[in-house]
């Protein structure tokens, strides 16, 4: 097994061991009213108050890329 699968279901949000947040596509409207998409962190719906380990059936067994830096939501990426 890689670092990149893990076979529970938050393969994305670090939250074994770490951050325990998933980024994900959010609906935003614009203040012209024009709706758009963009990615946003999120809790993980797995983690969510539990804690940053895994208490999903059955439990995730594989390594997670908790030493990942991840993009905060308020910064841009250069383009």
């Known amino acids: 097994m890689t670092e990149m699968e893990c076979p529970g279901p938050h393969q994305f949000c670090k ?10 596509p959010t609906l935003f409207v614009s203040r012209s009213g024009d709706a758009g998409e963009l990615m946003a962190s999120h809790k993980c719906m797995a983690c969510h108050g539990r ?4 208490k999903e059936g059955p439990p995730c067994t594989g390594k997670h890329q908790d030493g990942t830096p991840a993009i905060a939501p ?3 990426p250069p383009v």
């Open 51 to 54: 804690g940053f380990f895994c």
């Open 15 to 24: 939250g074994c061991r770490g951050q325990g947040t998933v980024q994900l």
């Open 74 to 76: 308020d910064a841009v």
